[in-house]
């Protein structure tokens, strides 16, 4: 999508879903039909409808102005200051299921908003669900969006969060981590630049700082055949790899062409 209008015009008594269509298409909406669809639903007063438009035509994200995202359908909560879940990590999701398909204990570390956590316990069935971020607000998410599969959310930083009870028998961990370079952020769209936390997305010089704490620690917590799954780029996959193997798992890179998604996957043998 092209940048939205950074001008907020006043806003206007919008009277029917064509005005609301009209004015975000003026800003640059290239969906905006779809769009007004899920902003007239969410809208609960007139007042309410146009600060939401005015919200989306300054460039916040849809996800943040209807406050949920959409993500292995389920609808996922989200509110500003809170990373707003990826269609391409529904791949990392594919990928665990695959490779642990009976796993009874689930990690989501870095979770954001719970997405990836809810999206396993929803399609494993009854499991020991944590997860855990750094960020009091997407802790807060978590806790919404993992309460049906009885999740347990914890605050901290990595594996300093979790309870020392899990060591040794995480069957899926799966952490989504930071891993833009430094110098490339400000190369984001401004959706993700301007209104998402900088530390769900600066993942350190070459975008793997993060990655690397995070294989550092997982031994010590995944249960045998135990398995650590992150997403990463084209261009850091082999350096990803790579520390996983250096780590002492078994690493094996996944590639899906149409969400251009790279997910490492290793496992403790």
Known sequence: ??????????????????????????????????????????????????????????????????????????????????????????????????????????????????????????????????????????????????????????????FEALPAELRGRVDILAANVPYVPTEDVALLPAEARDHEPLAALDGGTDGLDVLRRVVAGAPRWLAPAGCLLVETSERQAPAAVDAFTRGGLTARLAVSEELCAHVVIGTRT
């Open 1 to 158: 999508m092209p940048p939205l209008s950074r001008r907020s015009p006043r806003s206007p008594r919008f009277t029917s879903p064509d005005s609301v269509v009209a004015a975000l298409r003026t800003a640059g909406c290239v969906f905006a039909e779809d769009e007004a669809r899920l902003i007239l639903a969410a809208a609960r007063t007139p007042d309410e409808l146009a600060d939401m438009v005015d919200r989306r035509v300054t460039g916040h994200p849809l996800e943040l102005v209807v406050g949920w995202a959409e993500f292995r359908g389920l609808r996922v909560t989200v509110k500003p200051g809170v990373f707003v879940p990826r269609r391409r990590t529904e791949f990392l999701v594919e990928q665990a299921l695959a490779q642990a398909p009976d796993a009874r204990v689930v990690v989501d570390l870095c979770c954001g908003s719970g997405a990836v956590g809810a999206a396993l316990a929803a399609a494993l069935g009854p499991v020991e669900l944590h997860a855990a971020d750094i960020d009091p607000a997407a802790v807060d998410c978590a806790r919404r969006n993992t309460a049906d599969a009885g999740g347990r959310v914890h605050t901290g930083d990595l």
